[in-house]
């Protein structure tokens, strides 16, 4: 479960992005985060995984206050949570295999363990027979699907994405969408902030809009309600 | 940390000393210089302080009877001295004895004390021998007391000097080293910083999937022992070397033999140990500098 109780945050150079959050969001919750460009939706991304600390205000991560985790307990933090972003931030001259092994490496997974999980991965993204290819053989789609199976490979409770269709065509998107729901449909919580207007109103899920810092609309089955 | 971690951690610090071949060798360079200098250095520290501990060795109070004492004088005194707590052997040396022993040091020249044994001038006497060589002096104003002694000497001043010299090519190799140490460890954070550079998306989503701190720290802590280690091994090297062919033109003159020098072993395993144990701390220290700075979290 994720809360957020009267969160602020301003950045250094004295941009406001968010101002006075408060949300909820339950175990194995699918949710959007919608707003117009510059609302605060890859910082609210952001607070939940702990790359910016909040400014003011409590975030609970499954009741763990995360303002108050010290920097060296950060990385355990992590290992709950997958991280998905718009440019996949692969690493360029490893295999689609070695990228998602690479995510058990850095936690030091024992090898003999490795093997086995990452071959189920590619396979749950659909990318078991390409898994020798690298980043550059790839499609955008293939490479945003190595990259969740990334985040996923450790097995997270939480799977968080910043605009995961953003460099792609509709067709590659909704493989995309489809591969989400699945991952949630096996009890993972997912947030998505989105600008996919089409994604939002066909696939039904909690909408959380922000503007300016502050949530202006939270409805289930909601829709993305913008024009862009 | 497991075995597979720990080779996995040294095959990503091979990988980066060999991708960036010109900084290795540049920052190995620069503790190369470092270490030649405190290997020198070290040899002539562990010698001067052998040299010291051998000349307090023989560092003896030599006392001359008067002229015209009798046999059981001496051996009162003898006795007497050796009551005292602080003396630690006793010689007594006989007037024959000094005259051979003045003939031994002139070598060739001993004609000239030939004939001398029937109206021997020398007086008897004896070598005392402190505890501490360092009390020799007062061990030597003690024997003021005794009237049958006529006069008394000691080496005195050798022992300080050299003391006095080794500290201060100490200071002097220390303040210099330490220089040359910050520099090195300067040149191996540039090093390790080209690595976290060319690392830093690898680095990225290390942090991002949750790999500790340390799991990301270990590859530049090993890539800066390395440059370490490779820093030692050239200076080690030249250090043993010319000190061998010093000791080899010393112990094939026999006129030098004035100075004793330590021998290759064990003086060489703690040279190497001790210089390749500071070529691994300036690497570690000049990562530490460039991880601190770029892995703040
Ligand atoms: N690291 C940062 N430093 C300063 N300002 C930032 C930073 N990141 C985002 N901002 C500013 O915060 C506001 C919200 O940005 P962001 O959360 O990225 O919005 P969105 O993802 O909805 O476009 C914007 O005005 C943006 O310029
Ligand atoms: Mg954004």
Known sequence: MIEMHDVYKVYGNGVKALNGINVKIDQSEFVYVVGPSGAGKSTFIKLMYREEKPTHGVILINGVNVKRVRNWKIPYLRRNIGVVFQDYKLLPNMTAYENVAFAMEAVETPHRKIRRRVQEMLELVGLYDRMNALPSQLSGGEQQRVSIARAMVNNPGFLIADEPTGNLDPENSWDIMYLLEEINARGTTVVMATHNKEIVNTMRKRVIAVEQGVIVRDEQQGEYGYED | ?297
């Open chain 2, 1 to 297: 940390m497991k075995i597979d971690t720990l080779f996995r951690h040294t095959r990503e610090a091979f990988r980066s000393l060999t991708r960036n071949t010109w900084m290795t060798f540049a920052a190995s360079s620069a503790v190369a210089v470092t270490l030649l200098i405190f290997g020198f250095f070290l040899v002539f520290a562990f010698n001067i302080s052998y040299m010291a501990t051998e000349l307090d060795k023989q560092v003896a109070v030599r006392a001359f009877f008067q002229p015209n004492v009798t046999d059981d004088d001496i051996d009162q005194v003898i006795a007497q001295i050796k009551k005292d707590p602080a003396v630690a052997k006793v010689k007594f040396v006989s007037k024959e004895d000094g005259l051979r022993q003045m003939k031994e040091n002139w070598g060739d020249d001993e004609s000239f004390f030939r004939g001398l044994e029937k109206g021997n001038p020398l007086p008897d006497g004896l070598v005392i021998q402190a505890k501490d060589p360092q009390k020799t002096k007062a061990l030597s104003d003690s024997l003021d007391k005794y009237s049958q002694i006529s006069d008394k000497s000691y080496g005195e001043g050798v022992t300080n000097n050299i003391l006095g010299i080794s500290e201060w090519v100490r200071n002097a190799v220390f303040i210099f080293g330490l220089g040359l140490a910050i520099l090195a460890a300067f040149l191996i954070s540039n090093t390790i910083k080209l690595t976290i550079f060319a690392r830093r998306r690898e680095i990225e989503i290390m942090r991002l999937v949750g790999a500790s701190n340390w799991f990301i720290r270990w590859p530049f802590f090993i890539e800066g022992s390395i440059i370490g280690v490779l820093g030692a091994i050239i200076p080690t090297a030249v250090t043993l070397v010319s000190y061998n062919a010093v000791l080899g033109i010393l112990n094939a003159d026999g006129a030098y033999s004035l100075f004793k020098l330590l021998p290759m072993w064990p003086l060489s395993m703690y040279v190497a140990g001790i210089t390749t144990i500071l070529g691994i701390l300036i690497g570690v220290w000049g990562s530490m500098i460039s991880v601190r700075r770029f892995l703040k979290v």
